[in-house]
């Protein structure tokens, strides 16, 4: 009979087993992960204040993408697919930036 040999792979995805089991979703991912805070950007940074101030305001925003469009950017891109791409991956930022607000305002709220 064969002994079973447990390669790198195993251990490997027996950490990451134990760091989803582990990972806290009351916390903030950038509170969780050390590196996250050091990727997040300049203009994703820009980005996120801008949603700050959107969510935060008292005033009624029908369309929050079309306020977060850099139109100098948007206005370069020639092809209709490249601009549909952009929007795409705007909202997409977007909802992640939200559901952090809204999380981060939750935090806040349930400490005082």
Sequence with gaps: ????????????????KTRMKNFNRDKSIFE????????FG???QELYERVCKILSSDDVVINPIQ???????YNTLSKQEDKQKYILDLS????????????ENLAKVSNI
Aim: aromatic share 14%.
């Design 42 to 44: 300049v203009k994703e």
């Design 1 to 16: 009979m064969r002994k079973k040999v447990k390669g790198k792979l195993y251990f490997l995805a027996k950490d990451a």
């Design 67 to 73: 306020e977060l469009v850099d139109n100098k950017y």
């Design 92 to 103: 997409e930022k977007y909802k992640e930036m939200k559901l952090r607000y809204e999380r």
């Design 32 to 39: 969780q992960i050390p590196y996250a805070k050091a990727c």
